[in-house]
């Protein structure tokens, strides 16, 4: 069975770090881009960031530019993020979510996580 | 950065309606466009990409058109099992959700 499963989850302070794990079964990870999503409770969807199949590329918002890093490891099935400087504004459920078709970065996202939750708060 | 632009937030609708949900982007995005279902407590669910290509397993009643900037994602005969948010989300530049549209039960 094709499926994501996030973890890594929980309650952290501002300020302090978190990293976030995705791992794929049913299929090779090591041949899609892989997103990160976020939805804050009550809101909608915001896109976090992109990896390429071979972690050669990666993209990420503005709101977490310079302070969340996306990376693989392409031998264990997993995609991480790193998150860090954390703000209550980051508080959300965080998908992992694959790219539709294989080796490319632009087409639908067409396996989900069930999400893990983050919550920002002192 | 593109913006994406949803109408309406809401809509009431009746199992039977043909219901239809707009999506307008800031700047051209080709057909770069994909429509997501998410039901409370779920992830999304992929229906259309490339604004008009249904996704394998997706009931055929579901409908995607446009280019440019303006898209519609059209429900034919709605049933049950649609009442949920809608989101559309283009993958021209960068990747941006539009901010939902709930359709629930008039």
């Known amino acids: 069975q094709v499926q994501l499963v996030e973890s890594g989850g929980g309650v952290v302070q501002p300020g302090k770090s978190l990293r976030l794990s995705c791992t794929a079964s049913g299929f090779t990870l090591g041949t899609y881009a892989i997103h990160w999503v976020r939805q804050a409770p009550g809101k909608g969807l915001e896109w976090v960031s992109i990896?390429?199949?071979?972690?050669?590329?990666?993209y990420y918002a503005d709101s977490v530019k310079g302070r969340f890093t996306i990376s693989r490891d392409n031998s264990k099935n997993t995609l991480y993020l790193q998150m860090n400087s954390l703000r209550p504004e980051d508080t959300a459920v965080y998908y992992c979510a694959r790219v539709g078709q294989q080796l490319v970065f632009y087409y639908g996202m067409d396996v989900w996580g069930q999400g893990t939750t983050v919550t920002v708060s002192s | 950065d593109i913006q994406m632009t949803q109408s309406p937030s809401t809509l009431s609708a009746s199992v039977g309606d043909r219901v239809t949900i707009t999506c307008r982007a800031s700047q051209s995005i080709s057909s770069w466009l994909a429509w997501y279902q998410q039901k409370p407590g779920k992830a999304p669910k992929l229906l259309i990409y490339?604004?008009?290509s249904l996704q394998g397993g997706v009931p055929s009643r579901f409908s995607g058109s446009g280019s440019g900037t303006e898209f519609t994602l059209t429900i034919s005969g709605l049933q049950p099992d649609d009442f949920a948010t809608y989101y559309c989300?283009?993958?021209?530049?960068?990747?941006?959700f539009g901010q939902g549209t709930k359709v629930e039960i008039k």
């Open positions: 990896i390429s199949y071979d972690g050669s590329n990666k």
């Open positions: 989300q283009q993958y021209n530049s960068l990747w941006t």
């Open positions: 490339k604004a008009s």
